[in-house]
């Protein structure tokens, strides 16, 4: 039973790829796959690119080609509820596209054909990832101190691990009044979001359809607000790479 951790950055795949036994690199699709063992279970690592269909693409090449019997998604996102802050890590219970309009033929956010604008994530699956990851957050919590390079914001402070909804969309939310409409929109429809990213809704609309079990991890990057863009490159070469690591090893253990 083939695992396959799909990574949104090339720094979160390149920290895994040296923990691999036997690894194999593999071109499909204009894309590299690397296959191997991670701490004794078979696994493909590949990269999802950035944005909906990129990822899509990617997701159905691991089940096409690769055969994978599930996928789990590692990655970095942009905090919008109250109290996700950067350093702390969204395990997703469910997605939501939050650029889907297919009003009025459909309810807003409704996928169409789907008759509803949630896919949920496998619970088990969830369950250990959700583990793994409160494990690595508080043994690094209080690590990133300035010194590393790391925003301000992650510096010195108490992580925390949240479990909930998770918007995708096509668009890196960049402002804090655009991050503002999005979630209040969407709350006021009862959809509450703690975090935005650009892959893990079509990932999971993917697996829907195949049958197979996702589950997503997402360390906060920024807030989506108006640093968002100085936040996320610096997180993502100080730490991000180094929470996929150990998230993912750790969860790989659990299995
Ligand atoms: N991934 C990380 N930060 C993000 C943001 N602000 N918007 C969309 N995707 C992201």
Redesign the pocket.
């Known amino acids: 039973m083939t695992t396959a951790i799909l990574s949104a950055l090339p720094e979160e795949q390149s920290s895994l790829v040296p923990h691999l036994l036997h690894p194999q690199r593999l071109v499909h699709a204009g894309r590299f796959f690397w296959r191997g063992d991670l701490c004794g279970r078979p696994v493909v690592l590949a990269l999802s690119g950035i944005g909906k269909v990129a990822a899509a693409t990617t997701a159905t090449a691991l089940v096409e080609r690769f055969g994978v019997a599930r996928i789990v998604f590692t990655?970095?996102?942009?905090g919008v509820g109250d109290g996700v802050n950067v350093g702390d890590v969204v395990v997703a219970q469910d997605y939501l596209q939050h650029d889907m309009d297919a009003s009025p033929l459909f309810p807003r956010w409704e996928i169409p054909g789907y008759t509803r604008s949630r896919l949920a994530c496998d619970t088990a699956l969830s369950a250990l990832l959700l583990e793994a990851a409160s494990a690595c957050v508080s043994s690094a919590s209080g690590q990133f101190g300035s010194k590393n390079g790391v925003t301000a914001a992650a510096a010195g402070v108490l992580h925390r691990t949240h479990h909930g909804l998770v918007a995708s969309?096509d668009?890196?939310?960049?402002a804090a009044d655009e991050s503002h409409r999005l979630r209040n929109s969407l709350r006021d429809a009862g959809h509450d979001v703690l975090a935005?990213?650009?892959e893990g809704a079509a990932v999971a609309q993917v697996c829907h359809d195949y049958g197979i079990p996702f589950a997503a991890v997402r360390t906060i990057?920024?807030r989506?607000d108006d640093t968002?863009h100085v936040d996320?490159p610096l997180f993502v070469q100080t730490v991000a790479s180094r929470y996929a690591e150990h998230i993912m090893l750790a969860f790989l253990q659990k299995l």
């Open positions: 990655g970095v996102a942009g969309g668009r890196f939310v960049s935005v990213e650009m990057s920024d989506a968002a996320f």
